[in-house]
């Protein structure tokens, strides 16, 4: 049974539809010249609230931004974060061309290191539910 592969390939296929013509990584770039850029990270599950036949999947998209330094960085990046929240349609959720409806479950802000240099950056939770039987 397939479950976290077809719901990672979704959130991937939603960014690359909507957000072509930003980079997008499955790993944090080791490179400043990439940035901004997307990177999506591995998901994860636990069972949902509603019984054992529902599991409850979860995954981190990192949005990062340009060295805080370079001029109109956060702008840049807030911006970016506003894209990536429209994607997955906020709270309401999109339905990914695997059929999950994905969702914004919770956005921080954070500083990641790319390269040994502090860049701001946003984690974006999205989740969906699927049934395992």
Do not use: H, K, N
């Not at 397939?2 to 080791?30: K, S, Y």
């Not at 940035?35 to 019984?51: F, I």
């Not at 995954?59 to 340009?66: A, C, D």
Request: charged fraction near 20%; aromatic fraction near 6%.
């Amino acid at each position: 049974m397939e479950t976290f592969a077809p719901f990672r390939a979704g959130v991937v296929a939603v960014l690359e539809d909507v957000l072509p013509d930003v980079p997008l990584w499955d790993v944090i770039p080791d490179d400043v010249a990439e940035l901004p850029c997307l990177v999506v990270g591995l998901p994860g599950g636990r069972p949902g609230a509603q019984g054992p036949v529902v599991f409850d999947l979860d995954l981190t998209v990192f949005v990062v931004g340009r060295r805080t330094s370079a001029g109109g960085s956060e702008v840049e990046l807030v911006g970016l974060l506003d894209e990536v929240f429209t994607a997955f349609g906020g709270t309401r959720g999109t339905r990914t061309p695997a059929g999950d409806v994905v969702a914004v479950a919770r956005v921080d802000p954070r500083v990641l290191s790319v390269a040994g240099l502090d860049c701001p950056a946003f984690t974006v939770e999205l989740e969906a539910s699927t049934t395992t039987c």
